[in-house]
């Protein structure tokens, strides 16, 4: 996107100082500190900048949502980015594992959270930072944010306090099966498995300029869902939208779905998760629950400091790498979007 490209030329003269050279990276000291991000601030832009490194397009997240910058505190570097918010009300793999019905889901999912965004960014993730940073969702900080957040808000139409406690994080694969989540463990302790497949529904390849379009078409309807995107108006906006903006153009719902099965993990952030969302406990459990910096230090033992031995090619990573990285994913992202029917001539055929 044109907007895309215009960001990276404005902020990255002046924000490139925060990414990491493979020069600058001691493996031994790595040491990751996590930054609760604020909308609208540097940390903001950098956060979209890294994002832009990704080969997929990065959601904006609606409703409940923890950001945060992973720094390296031993030399100042960002590692990796996390985003956490409202997992989708639908969900068959989670919703059989818990054996939820519809009445559960409404009631229990204001414990849970999705991992929409999570991993390291260049070079640390050719450390395997991408297990490090996964892990950190699984820490005492974490929790203590959702809790400080969202612990003690209000149902929007009951106005009763939910008593929100976070004891599962979701997350999913970008496509098919993930080699960075699969079997993530630190010592006894799994931080996520594996609990299914998606069955291949969702929004990932509608593409932004589509969306708004369709958006601004509810719009002229007067459709409540145009912008019905806050805490407590119901799951997964987007998806929402877009099936509505198909229905009023008399488009099968079948476009939204891509085909592709994505991967399911949970991570359990309590000893008693399942009881939790089960509605069999009302107090979680977070006997054994890491800091960042408790994780940090297994993860350096079995991942990161093997890995450098083992890899050392890392070293030669050059802030112009990281650019051209970016420039190259946003032209495949481009290409995709360009190969998309535009709604006009969907509306006009």
């Known amino acids: 996107m044109k907007s895309n490209r215009a960001f990276v030329q404005r902020v990255y003269p002046k924000l490139k100082q925060y990414f990491a050279e493979g020069k600058d ?9 996590l930054e ?81 965004v999570l991993g390291s960014i260049p070079p640390y993730n050719m450390l395997l930072g991408g297990k490090l940073v996964s892990c950190l969702v699984r820490s005492r900080e974490v929790r ?40 993530l463990k630190l010592g006894e302790q799994s931080y996520f498995r594996s609990i299914g497949f998606t069955q291949g529904w969702g929004h990932f390849h509608v593409p932004e300029t589509l969306f708004l379009e369709l958006r601004d078409y509810l719009r002229t309807k007067g459709h409540r869902y145009v912008d019905g995107h806050g805490f407590g108006q119901g799951p997964n906006w987007r998806l929402r939208t877009i099936r509505a903006s198909f229905d009023a153009l008399g488009f099968k719902a079948d476009l939204l779905r891509h085909g592709i099965g994505r991967e399911v993990f949970v991570c359990e952030l ?43 090619e890392f070293r030669a990573w050059t802030h112009e790498d990281f650019r051209s990285l970016v420039v190259t994913q946003r032209s495949k992202t481009d290409i995709a979007k360009q190969a998309t029917i535009p709604f006009r001539n969907q509306a006009s055929g």
């Open 25 to 33: 990276i001691d493996p031994e000291r790595i040491a990751p500190e």
């Open 270 to 312: 309590a000893q008693n998760a399942h009881k939790i969302l089960r509605g069999e406990a009302v107090k979680a459990n977070y006997r054994g629950l890491k800091s960042v910096a408790e994780i940090a230090e297994l993860a350096r033992a079995r991942w990161i400091v093997p890995r450098a031995e083992r890899r050392p």
């Open 144 to 183: 203590d944010d959702f809790t400080e957040r969202y612990g003690s808000t209000r149902g929007i139409i009951s106005k009763k306090k939910k008593g929100a406690q976070l004891v599962v994080v979701t997350t999913s694969s970008s496509l098919g099966r993930s080699s960075v989540y699969n079997r």
């Open 36 to 116: 609760l991000i604020k909308s609208h601030t540097w940390q903001s832009d950098l956060f979209r900048l890294a994002s832009l490194s990704w080969s997929v397009p990065v959601s904006n997240g609606f409703g409940r949502r923890l950001r945060y910058l992973v720094w390296d505190r031993s030399n100042g570097k960002l590692m990796g980015i996390i985003a956490i918010g409202d997992p989708v009300f639908n969900l068959k793999a989670r919703d059989d594992l818990f054996k939820w019905c519809v009445a559960d889901r409404g009631k229990r999912l204001v414990n849970m959270l999705d991992a929409y």
